[in-house]
């Protein structure tokens, strides 16, 4: 295709420099090499469609991009008069420098640097090279796009850059027929035609938005041991995966990959064949999403395997990745595999750090919404509701960390939390030990049954939480070893398990049995920052704060991972809520 000068000025109308960081990015731009005067620079970039959430390294030509970088200057020149540069390369057609109007010109190697941007610099310099390209509108389909971007202090000898570029490519236009690896069947689903995924399958697979997918039966992507790179499922913004009613579900192997890339216009959504007519008492209709991973477990071995044979999981590598889900909705999943035994909207089985877990919903589950067995996964911007066992689970060691999870229970719900180190012997290392903050747990109408229920010798770092009245209790603590676990006694308390900066509602009640080691009411009142007292929670869906809860005072943890945000609580306010557009509700 012949990609033409004023195609190029159409891109470069979609400037903005000097983009503020986005406290909601879950996913890091991808790390450039440095290059020039300043080695310890540092440069990233890359395209995405979900404001930063996670980037891609190929875009859907329909997708509408942004394309991000971001230079960290060198420390002895923050604070510098400072030239930024901006160069596009399309391979094949040609570079363009952008010059301090915002226009890109055609450039090539011998010809003048000419900056961008004049200014002083700060320890980290957001840009957006451009935003909003549709690839298909502009006739810029099958193409790569590439950016160098640099700084100079004084004079362009100076430069320092990215020795390789921040790239994405814009997609073909997608196939009239079923993608590899699928195939085509009669009738409709959601007003596209029917693709179907079954049995295992070991090359990557890219499932398109012009088509719906139905898995037939128990679908497996990769190899259950690890070998070379791993199978790759990648789902487009906008798509829809269903089993029909019975047990059809979806696990990704330790050798598989699932990259469910969806945006907040247009989610990837996993539901059943009934969806249209499915009502508010609706679950347990299909199987659910298992992703198994080569990070640590505390079960004996080191590995386990999944329930209803739905394969090994566990490993030594706690960076391992499993994958990306953005933007996606799990609706009415949980079909027994037997009597007793239901499935997990999601479970991730032993998933590493490398699994990037943002805006994603579990809606309607018969069991739990969304359940860590081990693993180092850390998830933001969970939303759970109407699950009928727990809406958050853990077990067998989980130490990642979750930021901002709305919870929302129904008359068929139990926990909003059931915490486990290991049921088999309670003190298992590696321990659970998450790292929690910013939970909203609504009770359903008349008061949900519990709350947080920590048992089994767990650990767990939770601040930040606003519980409003259910049935049963707000707060359980189980077993010896999970009160010797945090001390023992309440003047022993130790740290190992916290609830901090929290407020419960004042008529919440606490569970009290004969065995436990000290009062669980009494711990709660030895938490920092925490409190009973009025929750005035307000909003459609009831999860948002009213005046009085933001009068809080928050204590955020200090890890990179967790945003700054001034409120304890799920959702701050109307013109902040991060769940507003992209989930699903009766």
Known sequence: MKFKYAKMNAIASGVALGLAAMSAQAADQP?????????????????????????????????????????????????????????????????????????????????????????????????TIFSDLVGSAIGATGIDVQAYVGYYTDSVANLTYSATPASFSIAAAASATCPANTVAISGTFKDRSVCALSGRIESDTHLTSNFSYILDGAVFIGADELSGS??????????????????????????????????????????YEGDDTATATTSGQWGGIILN???????????????????????????????????????????????????????????????IVDYVQVHNNSDDGIEFFGGTTNAKHIVLTGNEDDALDWTFGWTGKAQFIAIKQNSASEHCIEADNNGDNNDALPRSNPTISNLTCVGAAGGGDAGLRLREGTSAKISNVVMSTHNAYCLDIDQTATFLNAGGSIAELNGNLTLTNSRFLSACPFSASDGDNFSVADFFTAQSGSSLGEVDL????????????????????????????DYIGAVKDASSDWTAGWTYSD
């Open 31 to 127: 790390i450039l090499t440095t290059g020039g005067t300043q080695s310890s620079a540092v440069f990233t970039g890359g395209a995405t469609i979900n404001g930063g959430a996670s980037f891609l390294s190929a875009v859907p030509a329909d997708s509408a991009v942004d394309f991000l970088v971001t230079i960290k200057p060198a420390s002895e020149d923050v604070g510098k008069i400072g030239n930024l540069v901006v160069l596009i390369n399309v391979p094949g057609v040609g570079f363009y420098i952008q010059n301090s109007s915002g226009a890109f010109i055609p450039w090539v190697e011998g010809d003048a640097i000419v900056a961008v941007s004049t200014k002083t610099l700060t320890s980290s310099e957001p840009l």
């Open 230 to 271: 791993k199978t790759k499922l990648i789902i487009d913004e906008g798509t829809y995966v269903f089993g029909q009613q019975g047990l059809n579900f979806l696990t990704i192997a330790r050798n598989g990959q699932l990259h469910a890339n969806g945006s907040a216009a247009n989610p990837v959504i996993f539901t």
């Open 293 to 355: 991973g080569n990070a640590p477990i505390n079960v004996s071995g080191g590995t386990a395997e999944g329930e209803g044979s739905t394969g090994i999981y566990g490993g030594p590598d706690s960076a391992d990745s499993s994958g990306v889900l953005t933007y996606v909705q799990v609706k009415y999943a949980g079909q027994n595999i037997t009597e007793d035994n239901e499935l997990n909207g999601i479970a991730f089985q032993g998933t590493g750090s490398g699994t």
């Open 538 to 565: 307000i909003g459609t869906l009831g999860w948002t704060n009213g005046p009085i809860l933001n009068a809080l005072t928050p204590s955020i943890p200090t890890d990179p991972f967790f945003s700054q945000v």
